[in-house]
């Protein structure tokens, strides 16, 4: 069984800065693409930015130059870090996870639970 723990989430101030991890656990062969999505409330869960094995990443518009995307194979653990926060960027962000864990190339998407994000204006 894997399982996908976020945390890192919490209440800033305009401008201010916060850091989220989500690590993987369980009996695992490997991972893929590891992702970042956000949920506002009223609306659709978005992609944030991902990044694959190789560290190539990818980011939403609306992201990019503020948010950076990291991982830890050894730790088997993706950050997300959050800067310049906005009030619109108010979600519940959740990790998302390509993981082998049946077979060493057979890989299924997981979800983490999900942190709260919220920006004061």
């Known amino acids: 069984q894997v399982q996908l723990v976020e945390s890192g989430g919490g209440l800033v101030q305009a401008g201010g800065s916060l850091r989220l991890s989500c690590a993987a656990s369980g009996t695992i062969f490997s991972i893929g693409a590891m992702t970042w999505y956000r949920q506002a409330p009223g609306k659709q869960r978005e992609l944030v930015a991902g990044?694959?094995?190789?560290?190539?990443?990818n980011y939403a518009d609306d992201v990019k130059g503020r948010f950076t995307v990291s991982r830890d194979n050894a730790k088997n653990t993706v950050y997300l870090q959050l800067n310049s926060l906005k009030p619109e960027d108010t979600a519940v962000y959740y990790c998302?996870?390509?993981?082998?864990?049946?077979?060493?190339?057979?890989?299924?998407?997981?979800w983490g639970q999900g942190t709260q994000v919220t920006v004061s204006s």
């Open positions: 998302n996870a390509m993981v082998a864990a049946i077979a060493p190339n057979r890989f299924r998407n997981y």
């Open positions: 990044i694959t094995t190789d560290g190539s990443t």
